[in-house]
């Protein structure tokens, strides 16, 4: 029962502010020397922030590179919704870590806001520049200069349940090619009848998961969810409004999983892994863990006529402004990009590598639906959405978007245009 | 008074002081200067920015229909909880073999801390952890939202209330009891007309901690509802913190939003003092 909780954090922050402010003049010496490649192992220790949603990647990295370098990185995992303040008060004061990973959209604000490091020079350096994931380095660019590599990739991808498909009569190979598919599918599994399972599923109080997994089918119909810069928001185009009255209709027929109306994202993934659900669309970095419970068949995201795109998501990483081993973070940062990290690391724990010359990996070599992830990442439709107030538009709860889907599936889908309107003001700002 | 005695008057009082210098007047001050600064939580001061911080607060789209919320989200809170712990506190007034025990039960919940005790409902209302059976949507609906969460706030408080009220029930001297029923009072003449104005300083007591407790509730409802459905229980200490961290990130006006509420909340403990005061007469 307190406000002094919140006044108390702003508080600290921005005690420590103004501390920093006075003994700003002392870290003009920051890192030094020249820049390689490689960067410098001489066994330095090294901080790094992450979030809780990608510890089990971080920690396989950084176990990894711990094992193989003489410097070493200390992992602080932060629950979800306490990363943002948690970094804001330390940037506030002076106090960030070596490097430190942000939500890819929220990169464009935070290298605005000037968090990360300068990286365009020691990215040129690396041979293999030009493959690493695009999508993500356009994020973590900011008036023509790099801050951010990809650190873990996200994907979203549909996910269907090839036992449900079988007892529907369903090809269990083919999954949905468009949106009209998707329905159709998730219909006939519901149509099974059988207790406790349902068509689909979806996360109708999370702003994120809906970003994450409806604009791709925005995408891969060959339209735009926001303009360029990423102050205007199109989502009242045709493809849109399509995917809007999709749902609504899977709404109307009752084959949503019964709780998705509440669902803020905590368990939206839950359902599928218990085999409760037919086909939805899912984050491909739990195909392993999904695998383990129930036959999962994995195919893009398919747009109004076809076409396939993923939302490229997860986190980037970058050197912080506060760092003083600009050499010894940049080490760790060209080891994460290497074939040593992105194959026997990142591919072996089943996710995604971000650089496109190394997607063929035996690790995909083995499953096919690897394969698909990989493949349908490097397609042109699948994208990173790039805007400075992304995190207000979209994800925080109560946002604008919240909003405009929770009327077109549950309220009066009439209102789009001014829905669309108080989105594109928010963006805008 | 000598000049050593003073010395020491001050050396006494210097430990607090400085307490409540550091930790009152100085943050005050700070969230002062935030408020007229223009202070982007990664950006830190980049100069003045006063009115617009205040203007930019009161114009958020969801300001007034957190302040009707919390206003609203108050009275229900503070009829209900007064009410149920005179009630409780009435009923373990008198000693008999139970009471021991029905004061303990009653006030177990208090010694559990706010945060904890929401997420123990959060769990309990969560549909995947429910003990309940059936799909009951506990937060589901903003009326359901609400009362769901007034249900998580009386259990936690009700004891704590009804302690405060005991205190007050039982500094009332027996005889005028005693005089009321040689007087001939019934039960309910001798409640309206002798304990509750005896108990009047008491209940003024659990009315301000009660109304200025809700007026800045925030835990509740960051870990039940998350202000949620459709916005429909965002509270306005909850509107600061997600001004603060959640989108704008704009600490220049959070601290303008906190400078609003603490001015309101002056306002209204001083209309409750002067009210509450002037009844005693």
């Known amino acids: 029962m307190s406000i002094r909780r919140a006044v108390a954090v ?3 922050a921005g005690l420590l502010a103004s501390a920093a402010a006075c003994g700003g003049d002392d870290d003009s010496a920051t890192g030094g020397g020249d820049i390689t490649a490689e960067g410098v192992d001489d066994g330095s220790e090294l901080t790094l922030w992450t979030r809780a949603p990608l510890e089990l990647q971080a920690k396989a990295l950084v176990d990894a590179y711990n094992k193989s370098h003489k410097n070493q990185v200390k992992l602080t995992v932060t629950p979800n919704d306490d990363y943002v303040a948690k970094v804001g008060a330390a940037a506030g004061s002076g106090g960030l870590p070596d490097l430190f990973a942000a939500d890819i959209v929220y990169v464009p604000n935070w290298t605005k806001a000037g968090l990360f490091a300068d990286l365009t020079e020691p990215i040129k350096l690396l041979p293999y520049a030009d493959k690493i994931n695009q999508g993500h380095l356009t994020a973590g660019t900011f008036e023509d200069k790099k801050y951010v590599l990809p650190f873990i990739l996200d994907l979203s991808v549909i996910f269907y349940n090839k036992k449900l498909y079988k007892e529907a009569g369903l090809d269990p190979e083919k999954g949905p090619t468009t949106i009209d598919e998707f ?3 998730a219909l006939a599994i ?22 994450f997994t409806w604009f791709p089918m925005v995408w891969a119909s060959g339209q735009e969810v926001m303009n360029p810069e990423g102050t205007q928001s199109l989502m009242d185009g045709t493809a849109a409004q399509k995917v809007y ?12 999983a019964p709780g998705a109306k509440d669902e803020t994202g905590a368990t939206w993934v839950a359902g599928f892994q218990e085999g409760k659900v037919g086909v939805m669309p899912y984050p491909a970095t739990l195909l392993s863990t999904a695998a383990k419970t129930v036959d999962v068949g994995v195919v893009g995201i398919p747009g109004v006529d076809g076409g396939a795109s993923t939302f490229v998501g997860g986190d980037g990483i970058g050197i912080s402004k506060d760092s003083k081993k600009n050499q010894q973070a940049w080490n760790f940062l060209a080891w994460l990009s290497s074939e040593a990290a992105q194959v026997d690391v990142i591919a072996a724990t089943g996710s995604t590598v971000s650089r496109t010359d190394l997607v063929d990996n035996q690790y995909s070599q083995k499953d096919p639906r690897v394969a698909t992830v990989n493949k349908v990442a490097a397609a042109p439709q699948s994208k990173t959405p790039v805007s400075v107030n992304f995190q207000q538009a979209f994800n925080a709860p109560g946002s604008p978007w919240m909003t405009l889907v929770r009327n077109q599936v549950y309220g009066d889908a009439g209102g789009l245009a001014k829905d669309n309107t108080a989105l594109t003001d928010t963006l805008a700002q | 008074m000598t000049k050593a005695k003073a010395y020491a008057g001050w050396a006494y009082a210097t430990p607090t002081a400085l307490f409540v210098l550091v930790f009152f ?11 007229v600064s223009d202070w982007g939580l990664f950006a830190g001061n980049r100069g003045w920015n006063a009115p617009e911080n205040f203007t930019a607060a009161v114009d958020n789209r969801l300001f007034w229909p957190a302040v009707w919320f919390t206003l609203k989200y108050t009275v229900v809170t503070t009829v209900i909880l007064l009410g149920l712990a005179l009630g409780l506190a009435l009923l373990v007034q008198e000693s008999s073999r139970w009471t021991g025990f029905l004061r303990t ?3 177990v919940p208090s010694a559990l801390g706010l945060a904890s005790a929401s997420l123990l409902f959060y769990a309990l209302y969560s549909p995947q952890a429910s003990p309940f059976p059936g799909q009951i949507s506990f937060l589901g609906t903003p009326w359901s939202a609400l009362w769901s969460t007034v249900a998580l706030i009386v259990w936690r408080f009700a004891g704590f209330y009804m302690l405060l009220l005991l205190v007050g029930l039982n500094s009332i001297p027996g005889d005028v009891y005693e005089a009321a029923r040689l007087d001939g009072a019934g039960r309910w003449q001798t409640f309206r007309h002798v304990t509750l104005p005896l108990l009047r300083p008491s209940l003024a007591l659990c009315t301000i901690l009660c109304v200025t407790g ?18 429909s229980t965002v509270t ?4 600061v913190y997600n001004v603060a961290f959640q989108g704008q990130n704009n600490l220049g006006r959070a601290a303008a939003l906190s400078i609003v509420v603490l001015a309101a909340l002056l306002i209204v403990n001083m209309l409750q003092f002067r009210g509450l005061r002037g009844k005693e007469r």
């Open chain 1, 10 to 12: 702003i508080t600290i």
């Open chain 1, 183 to 185: 329905k159709d599918q």
């Open chain 2, 105 to 107: 039960s009653f006030l």
């Open chain 1, 245 to 256: 009255s999709t749902w609504r209709e899977l709404q109307e027929a009752g084959a949503i």
């Open chain 1, 190 to 211: 519901q149509k099974l009848g059988k207790k406790d399972v349902y068509g689909t599923y979806f996360g109708g109080n999370c702003g994120g998961c809906n970003v």
């Open chain 2, 236 to 239: 306005i200490v909850q509107l």
């Open chain 2, 214 to 231: 809700s007026l800045l509730a925030f835990d509740q409802f960051y870990i039940l509802t998350k202000g949620g459905p459709d916005n």
């Open chain 2, 25 to 35: 007047v100085l943050p005050i001050l700070l969230v002062g200067r935030m408020s």
